[in-house]
């Protein structure tokens, strides 16, 4: 193993020099040209993923001149970020390939999964820098990024999550750019802390919408963390609420979620009731899922005198994930009496739901009858439940099945009687889902 103050050019004159190579040797063995390797020696040199990894392989040297290479790629992005020019000086950076794999400090697999286009970074950090050289404060608005949050807000409900991870992104990217000189304590950097809590709360359900469990709960990590940190109470309960609510969705155990709930009403902030909305719906879905039917509906009339009350700004806001129209309560309506057995209150719920959804939003209505799917097979309708479900994930976009349709999806087959679990449109709903064995209901 090398030191980590050894550069990439210092090990491999190292690693040479004790294996008994020289240029000419080496360059037989990795097939690379001599020139090219005297100037891998040289500091500053850019070097690839698959460069390092060949010399490594060649010179017996584990991740050692892998890991020299990353090092070296970040302390190169590090160097960048300070001064009046960092935007257009990352933009030329990012411009050669070298530096690409060591732009973010998070896991990147949650961006190339989805196929960054590095272009439309370049792109973004270009105009940020123009923005900078051009403006006497040199630094972008804290108005500007709420809108930018705000645009993705609208973007997250129908655009394909592979797109949207790559707009994010762009984003995620430069708002640390943005924030950047800033005291802890500044009002602006409270206010970019605020954006970037939302901006990565997006990118975690973004990341859950693509099936990247592990990664979006990472991200509601950071999410939390930078609405703490912003010391805003609204961002705080709206970020809290919405992971209670995604949660649900994303493979973890009902207690677990519970705890989730009972933690932050412990320590709940003082905001206005509207704040509360995102809360209040993660804690009657959580409760009904845990079977605690009275607990969970006697959220809903809190729910509702909360609706009462909202703007009629908000009301219309359905095209955002960060408005709230009053499909969201009829939703919620749904799903709490649907996992309670309330199956004909469920059913007045999900038909005015689907009366308030615009014609051309398809996820929210899929969800809907999905829970539909649930009711039908919680009162032994199995055939009927299992080909409904079938035709309504069938008939979606690939990109409009996102973690909270599929996971329906699968709470259908599981809400299914065991006895039923082997009629043939049940097993081939389950094919069709690609389980390979029988669910333990």
């Given amino acids: 193993m090398i030191d980590r103050s050894e550069t990439f050019a210092e090990a491999l004159r190292r690693l040479m ?3 008994g190579h020289t240029f000419r040797t080496l360059a037989v063995e990795v097939k690379i040209s001599r020139s090219k390797l005297a100037n891998m020696c040289q500091p500053g040199t850019p070097v690839t993923d698959e460069d390092a990894a060949a010399l490594d392989v060649a010179l017996k040297s584990g991740l050692a001149l892998a890991n020299a290479a990353r090092n070296d790629r970040q302390l190169a992005v590090a160097a960048v970020l300070h001064g009046r020019n960092r935007y257009t000086d990352l933009a030329v950076s990012l411009s050669g390939e070298f530096v690409v794999q060591g732009v973010s ?5 949650s961006f190339l999964q989805a196929g960054v286009l590095v272009p439309a970074v370049v792109l973004e950090l ?13 630094d972008i608005s804290a108005a500007e990024w709420e809108e930018i949050v705000a645009e993705h807000g609208f973007a997250y409900m129908t655009t394909p999550p592979n797109e949207l991870l790559e707009q994010l992104m762009i984003d995620v990217l430069a708002i640390q750019y943005a924030v950047d000189g800033e005291s802890d304590d500044s009002l602006r950097a409270r206010d970019l802390r605020r954006c970037a809590a939302l901006l990565a709360a997006l990118t975690a359900m973004t990341l859950a919408n693509l099936g990247q469990l592990r990664e979006g709960r990472r991200w509601w990590r950071t999410a939390r963390t930078l609405a703490d940190r912003s010391q805003d109470p609204a961002t705080q309960a709206w970020v809290y609420g919405r992971e209670i609510v995604r949660a649900l969705y994303e493979n973890r155990p009902v207690g677990a979620i519970i705890k ?5 009403e412990a320590s709940l902030p003082a905001v206005p009731q509207e704040s509360m909305l995102e809360f209040v719906t993660g804690k009657a879905q959580t409760l009904a899922l845990a079977g605690r039917r009275e607990e969970a509906e006697a959220c809903l009339p809190t729910l509702e005198t909360i609706c009462d009350g909202l703007p009629s700004s908000v009301i219309a806001d359905g095209d955002s994930i960060f408005g709230w129209s009053l499909d969201r309560l009829k939703f919620t309506q749904s799903y709490v009496y649907s996992f309670t057995g309330e199956y004909p209150k469920a059913a007045e719920a999900q038909a005015a739901a689907i009366g308030l959804y615009a014609p051309t939003y398809t996820r929210g209505p899929a969800q809907i009858e999905l829970q539909r799917a649930i009711c039908l097979a919680s ?13 309504i994930i069938d008939d979606l976009k690939p990109g409009d099945r996102i973690r909270p349709v599929v996971d329906l999806g699968y709470r259908v087959l599981a809400a299914i009687p065991q006895k039923d679990q082997n009629l043939p449109e049940v097993r081939d709903y389950r094919e069709f889902l ?3 064995k029988e669910i333990e209901v």
């Fill in 17 to 19: 020099k004790e294996r």
């Fill in 105 to 109: 400090a998070v896991d990147r697999r």
């Fill in 126 to 138: 270009s105009r940020l820098g123009l923005s900078d050289a051009m403006t006497a404060r040199g």
């Fill in 260 to 264: 989730m709930v009972n933690n932050f």
């Fill in 379 to 391: 009162v032994g309708d199995s055939t009927q439940a299992s080909t409904h479900a079938r035709a």
């Fill in 434 to 436: 690609g389980f390979t």
